[in-house]
C-alpha cells in the first residue's frame, strides 16, 4: 500500500495551499486517513484527520478554524485545505492511514497509523 501526497510548496503568509494524499489501494475506505507534520528540530505534530466511516474531522489546536480536512472515498484521496497559513505552518507534511477506524482520542497518535506517505514540503515565508 502507498500513500501518495502532493501540493505543497512555498507560499507566503496569509495564502492558501490544497495537499492531497491518494492512497494506492481502497484498504482504508473505512479506516482513518490524516496529516501530520515535521518542522526542524521539532517532533512530529498532527495537523487533521478524517474516519470515513461517518466522515468525522479531527484538528490539532494550531490549525483549528485555518485548516479543512476532506476526502473522496471513490478516488481514494484525502485533502488538506490549509488558509491563512503562518511561518509556523512550515515543515514537512506527511499522511498517514489505518484500516482502523480510530476512536476519538487516538486520532492524534501517530503510531495508531500503519502507512505512512513520504511527505510533502510545505514553506510559508513571512
Known amino acids: 500500500v502507498q500513500l501518495q501526497a502532493s501540493g505543497g510548496g512555498l507560499v507566503q503568509a496569509r495564502e492558501s495551499l490544497r495537499l492531497s494524499c491518494q492512497a494506492s489501494e481502497r484498504t482504508f475506505s473505512r479506516g482513518t486517513m490524516g496529516w501530520f507534520r515535521q518542522a526542524p528540530g521539532k517532533e512530529r505534530e498532527f495537523v487533521s484527520s478524517?474516519?470515513?466511516?461517518?466522515?468525522?474531522?479531527f484538528y490539532g489546536d494550531s490549525v483549528k478554524g485555518r485548516f479543512i480536512i476532506s476526502g473522496d472515498n471513490a478516488k481514494r484521496t484525502v485533502y488538506l485545505q490549509m488558509s491563512s497559513l503562518k511561518p509556523e505552518d512550515t515543515g514537512v507534511y506527511y499522511c498517514?492511514?489505518?484500516?482502523?477506524?480510530?476512536?476519538?482520542?487516538?486520532?492524534?497518535?501517530?503510531?495508531?497509523?500503519?502507512?505512512w506517505g513520504l511527505g510533502t514540503q510545505v514553506t510559508v515565508s513571512s
Open positions: 498517514a492511514a489505518t484500516s482502523k477506524r480510530l476512536i476519538n482520542t487516538a486520532v492524534d497518535i501517530a503510531r495508531m497509523y500503519d502507512y
Open positions: 478524517i474516519r470515513w466511516s461517518g466522515g468525522s474531522t
